[in-house]
């Protein structure tokens, strides 16, 4: 009987297994979901809200929460963190800190959360926080809001602890001002305006999600440059580069006046960097949001809306028209690679098949290198397949790098249809492409990372063909690729 019944829990436990594999298998197969690049099991995903490094792991907000150990695999942990909060209200972008010293009386090591409360009736927005003791449950703060001036569009606090004032620092958006306002408090929940920054740059529409952080110059931590980040027209990212006293961020001299732009493709936004709380990581590392507002909750993905980008570290570099920033992918994503294929030839006129690397679903890396000392316009194409594509095609005369994909998707996506483009000169007699293509996306990091294009494909599942084409003779070319696992099973 005991055998009988140790046989009949066994079958059903082995049921529920079979079931939940199962299910876990269907969910994260599905048609448009990203192999590698973190997404949600369900729902929608916007902004990153608070990245910091603490107790040896990434920890990553949305208003959920998701960890990692080596910013390559993730657990997602809740799909949403806070409690206690008003029905009238509702939670946007915003920021994490460990508040190490207890400045704020809610408990040492303890976790709070700083974010534009949206008042539904007002439309006001105002910032507020909320904190935790485990980091996985936020309980709204009873004295909210710790900043109201009275607007509608004040939104995205970041903060952080300024270790020469011993005070933390809140910048945060005046959105349609094109302005960032910097405030300084002793404890998290009163706040002293220091100064405002901008307009500057791109004021177009609006600023969003600014991030302030620092980094060295040409790898030397004896040479610092602070960098803010703003996001702009609900649509790109502007960064600006210049020193920080606690109180006012100032330009560099010489600093251009035209816009630096952190993305150059269509679609990335709202990036944040980790805050280290270990006080033990040598780089600083950021992710965006892989979207653009015209179609971001349009897209057919049927998990949901909404993907984060392959981290990246960050690091200014010295060139002849100035400092400009750099992104390269984490070393930690080459875990992820396998059959390795290698090519080195002439590019052939016309539009050529590449038939040494046939990759049977869209995840994989691309390690391109082209000669470009004769007059030639050349590129590649992702996505072959049904008749459609998206081209990367390089002007060596130019110097203008072409993204056009507007025949690339299988699905009916309004405002999708978009070209792209932006100089990108040479280095040494080269260009470098560096090409990370997931089921839905292609990240392009070009010239190790100097200009960077980020976009959505959303392509059919048969359309996996890669071709290379050139106009003209004489143009050698280098080939890397690596087919990628997926971070899911």
């Given at each position: 009987?005991?055998?009988?019944?140790?046989?009949?829990?066994?079958?059903?436990?082995?049921?529920?297994?079979?079931?939940?594999?199962?299910?876990?298998?269907?969910?994260?197969?599905?048609?448009?979901?990203?192999?590698?690049?973190?997404?949600?099991?369900?729902?929608?995903?916007?902004?990153?809200?608070?990245?910091?490094?603490?107790?040896?792991?990434?920890?990553?907000?949305?208003?959920?929460?998701?960890?990692?150990?080596?910013?390559?695999?993730?657990?997602?942990?809740?799909?949403?963190?806070?409690?206690?909060?008003?029905?009238?209200?509702?939670?946007?972008?915003?920021?994490?800190?460990?508040?190490?010293?207890?400045?704020?009386?809610?408990?040492?090591?303890?976790?709070?959360?700083?974010?534009?409360?949206?008042?539904?009736?007002?439309?006001?927005?105002?910032?507020?926080?909320?904190?935790?003791?485990?980091?996985?449950?936020?309980?709204?703060?009873?004295?909210?809001?710790?900043?109201?001036?009275?607007?509608?569009?004040?939104?995205?606090?970041?903060?952080?602890?300024?270790?020469?004032?011993?005070?933390?620092?809140?910048?945060?958006?005046?959105?349609?001002?094109?302005?960032?306002?910097?405030?300084?408090?002793?404890?998290?929940?009163?706040?002293?305006?220091?100064?405002?920054?901008?307009?500057?740059?791109?004021?177009?529409?609006?600023?969003?999600?600014?991030?302030?952080?620092?980094?060295?110059?040409?790898?030397?931590?004896?040479?610092?440059?602070?960098?803010?980040?703003?996001?702009?027209?609900?649509?790109?990212?502007?960064?600006?580069?210049?020193?920080?006293?606690?109180?006012?961020f100032r330009l560099i001299d010489n600093h251009p006046q035209e816009p630096l732009y952190v993305d150059k493709?269509?679609?990335?936004?709202?990036?944040?960097?980790?805050?280290?709380?270990?006080?033990?990581?040598?780089?600083?590392?950021?992710?965006?949001?892989?979207?653009?507002?015209?179609?971001?909750?349009?897209?057919?993905?049927?998990?949901?809306?909404?993907?984060?980008?392959?981290?990246?570290?960050?690091?200014?570099?010295?060139?002849?028209?100035?400092?400009?920033?750099?992104?390269?992918?984490?070393?930690?994503?080459?875990?992820?690679?396998?059959?390795?294929?290698?090519?080195?030839?002439?590019?052939?006129?016309?539009?050529?098949?590449?038939?040494?690397?046939?990759?049977?679903?869209?995840?994989?890396?691309?390690?391109?290198?082209?000669?470009?000392?004769?007059?030639?316009?050349?590129?590649?194409?992702?996505?072959?397949?049904?008749?459609?594509?998206?081209?990367?095609?390089?002007?060596?005369?130019?110097?203008?790098?072409?993204?056009?994909?507007?025949?690339?998707?299988?699905?009916?996506?309004?405002?999708?249809?978009?070209?792209?483009?932006?100089?990108?000169?040479?280095?040494?007699?080269?260009?470098?492409?560096?090409?990370?293509?997931?089921k839905s996306s292609v990240e392009l990091f070009a010239n190790d990372g100097k200009d960077v294009f980020t976009?959505?494909?959303?392509?059919?599942?048969?359309?996996?063909?890669?071709?290379?084409?050139?106009?003209?003779?004489?143009?050698?070319?280098?080939?890397?690729?690596?087919?990628?696992?997926?971070?899911?099973?």
């Amino acid at each position: 009987m005991i055998k009988k019944i140790l046989c009949i829990v066994g079958c059903l436990l082995g049921a529920t297994l079979q079931i939940a594999a199962q299910t876990i298998d269907s969910l994260y197969k599905e048609k448009y979901r990203p192999l590698y690049h973190f997404s949600p099991k369900e729902g929608w995903i916007g902004d990153p809200c608070g990245f910091i490094h603490y107790q040896n792991k990434y920890q990553m907000f949305w208003w959920g929460k998701v960890e990692s150990q080596d910013l390559v695999h993730y657990q997602e942990i809740t799909p949403f963190v806070m409690t206690g909060e008003n029905i009238d209200m509702s939670y946007f972008t915003g920021s994490v800190a460990i508040d190490k010293h207890n400045t704020a009386g809610f408990g040492k090591d303890v976790y709070v959360a700083a974010y534009t409360i949206f008042e539904k009736e007002t439309k006001k927005q105002m910032q507020g926080i909320s904190f935790s003791h485990d980091g996985k449950t936020f309980q709204y703060y009873e004295n909210n809001p710790v900043l109201d001036i009275g607007s509608t569009e004040f939104r995205d606090p970041t903060i952080f602890y300024y270790k020469p004032t011993k005070r933390w620092i809140m910048v945060v958006a005046k959105a349609l001002e094109k302005k960032v306002k910097i405030y300084s408090s002793p404890d998290l929940k009163h706040w002293e305006w220091e100064s405002d920054f901008g307009p500057y740059g791109d004021q177009e529409k609006s600023w969003e999600c600014p991030d302030l952080f620092q980094l060295s110059v040409d790898g030397d931590w004896n040479d610092k440059k602070w960098v803010m980040v703003v996001s702009v027209n609900w649509a790109k990212e502007q960064y600006f580069i210049g020193d920080f006293d606690g109180k006012e961020f100032r330009l560099i001299d010489n600093h251009p006046q035209e816009p630096l732009y952190v993305d150059k493709g269509m679609d990335y936004y709202a990036s944040r960097t980790f805050r280290d709380y270990d006080f033990t990581l040598t780089t600083t590392t950021t992710m965006g949001w892989v979207a653009t507002w015209d179609y971001a909750q349009l897209v057919p993905s049927t998990y949901g809306k909404g993907f984060w980008s392959i981290p990246r570290n960050l690091q200014l570099k010295s060139y002849p028209e100035g400092l400009r920033l750099i992104q390269i992918p984490v070393p930690q994503l080459e875990m992820l690679r396998y059959n390795e294929v290698t090519c080195n030839r002439e590019l052939a006129v016309g539009v050529n098949k590449v038939d040494f690397f046939t990759p049977s679903e869209n995840s994989y890396e691309l390690d391109l290198d082209f000669d470009v000392e004769k007059s030639n316009v050349f590129g590649v194409n992702l996505c072959v397949g049904n008749g459609r594509k998206v081209t990367i095609s390089y002007d060596t005369d130019s110097y203008n790098l072409v993204i056009d994909r507007t025949n690339c998707t299988d699905a009916r996506i309004p405002k999708f249809s978009r070209v792209e483009h932006a100089k990108v000169v040479p280095i040494n007699g080269k260009l470098r492409l560096h090409l990370y293509v997931d089921k839905s996306s292609v990240e392009l990091f070009a010239n190790d990372g100097k200009d960077v294009f980020t976009f959505l494909t959303y392509p059919g599942v048969s359309q996996t063909g890669i071709e290379l084409f050139a106009l003209k003779p004489g143009t050698n070319f280098s080939f890397k690729g690596w087919m990628l696992k997926s971070v899911w099973f």
